[in-house]
């Protein structure tokens, strides 16, 4: 190929104007992200653009000194002619001359030409104190060359000339940065995809949110939420039982929640043993709640005649519940209380905390069901329920209060209503001619010091009629 007439005579670059080769083994792929920061950090001068320009090198072909008879990779027969066209580029002496070099030689320009082309283009417009004036077309024409050649362009060469564009001032919108950029985007690894979100159906959802963390905040609405998305046959025992387990374990006494246990229990009471039952009545009782459907003691009795048998702790729990909402079916008293369970339930492991379930009822008997005409515990079964003490002063009447002090814990939560056992145990006491002096916690934190809380106290036991002892006992 003959150099164009008309231009001035050549000469041999000079080393500040050669770009630096990339040895073996070396890459360079700056990100579009440093790329724009560069651009737009400050309007750069041309010296200052002249040296960024030379400090990419192009890994794809030898940029450097070299001899004139090395080969781009890949080499082959035409390889001789297209080096000479990269010394052509890089010997330049205005752009009209580079766009010149590329259009005349379409066969034997090559993708790493275009990035060459660009890094010329730069240094001439940084080289000297007065750069030559480039027209728009030139760059337009030099742009389009790019834009149509770009897709058989690798990764690197890509990466080059993106860098270099935006270096050039290239604005980042036009379309020659697009079309870089676009080819950059094709040609990153694809992205994973991402797992598969398993599809919950209601019932599923509602087991996944009692294990949320999230109703640490708003447990109530998160459930009644989950329970409205489920169908009636999603609501497996398994998770009604997790919901039943969640709100006895956080307090949470919710009666759209409760109610919904409720009709459960009594839809699906053929198909549940008396061991599921007592999980589902738990909450009733703990949470003191007596739900409104009507079918729920009818339901509970006829599994409690069918299972009773079968299951003696199982039953037991279902009548504690029951006890605590002081809702006791006779007919299933009668059956604790015969011989033959009794006896029954003497020879398994759980005997002694059956027993105590079953003092615990007979008490309950004595004090709430006066009309109760049926079997009882014998008394050489019984377990004792209160402490000593409130069992020697019954027989000695010498001291008739008990100080009830009701802690945070003694509630259902955001409210003001006792828990079942705490609820039962009141009851019971009053029942037994104890009057009770509640000690509410609020009140029993804002007291400082002895003489205050000594002061609050005797306050107290005025209000029953009571005197506060000379040794303040």
Not at 16 to 38: D, I, K, Q
Not at 395 to 404: E, G, N, P, S, T
Not at 442 to 459: A, M, N, T, V
């Amino acid at each position: 190929m003959r150099r164009p007439r008309g231009e001035p005579g050549s000469r041999a670059p000079r080393p500040s104007e050669r770009a630096t080769c990339a040895g073996p083994g070396e890459s360079w792929s700056p990100s579009p992200n440093s790329m724009l920061r560069v651009l737009l950090s400050a309007q750069a001068s041309a010296t200052r653009l002249s040296g960024l320009l030379l400090l990419p090198p192009v890994q794809t072909c030898c940029l450097g000194p070299s001899k004139w008879g090395d080969r781009p990779p890949g080499g082959g027969p035409h390889a001789g002619p297209v080096q000479g066209l990269q010394r052509l580029l890089e010997q330049a002496r205005s752009p009209g001359e580079l766009l010149r070099w590329l259009g005349q030689n379409p066969t034997k320009v090559r993708a790493h030409h275009y990035p060459v082309a660009l890094r010329r283009l730069g240094q001439l417009l940084g080289s000297r104190p007065q750069p030559p004036p480039v027209e728009q077309a030139t760059l337009q024409d030099l742009s389009q060359l790019i834009i149509r050649n770009c897709p058989s362009f690798d990764i690197h060469t890509i990466h080059v000339c993106l860098h270099l564009a935006v270096l050039l001032g290239f604005p980042s919108d036009g379309p020659l940065v697009c079309a870089l950029e676009r080819e950059r985007r094709f040609r990153l690894p694809p992205k994973p995809p991402p797992p598969l979100q398993p599809v919950l159906r209601g019932g599923q959802r509602l087991e996944a949110a009692l294990s949320c963390p999230r109703f640490l905040r708003h447990p109530q609405q998160h459930l009644i939420r989950s329970l409205a998305g489920a169908r009636p046959e999603e609501l497996t025992p398994h998770v009604m039982v997790l919901l039943a387990q969640h709100l006895a374990r956080h307090r949470l006494r919710e009666p759209q929640l409760l109610e919904a246990i409720a009709h459960f229990l009594v839809v699906q009471e053929a198909q549940l043993n008396s061991k599921v039952v007592q999980k589902l009545v738990l909450p009733f009782g703990r949470l003191n709640y007596l739900p409104l459907e009507q079918q729920f003691m009818p339901c509970l009795e006829r599994i409690l005649a069918r299972e009773a048998g079968m299951a003696p702790l199982a039953t037991v729990n279902i009548l504690m519940s029951l006890c605590q909402l002081r809702c006791l079916p006779f007919r299933a008293l009668h059956l604790v209380f015969s011989p033959g369970f009794i006896n029954y339930v003497s020879g398994t492991p759980h005997a002694l905390i059956v027993r105590r379930y079953l003092s615990l009822l007979d008490t309950a008997v004595e004090l709430e069901l006066p009309g109760y005409r049926g079997p009882r515990l014998p008394r050489r079964q019984q377990v004792p329920i209160f402490p000593q003490p409130l069992i020697t002063d019954r027989a000695r009447c010498k001291y008739r209060v008990v100080l009830m002090l009701r802690e945070r814990w003694h509630f259902c939560r955001d409210g003001r209503v006792l828990l079942g056992s705490r609820a039962l145990r009141e009851r019971h006491l009053g029942l037994m001619g104890y009057q009770l002096l509640p000690l509410p916690f609020e009140e029993l934190e804002s007291q400082r010091g002895l003489p205050q809380l000594k002061s609050y106290l005797r306050q107290k036991l005025q209000a029953l009629g009571l005197r506060w002892g000379p040794e303040g006992g």
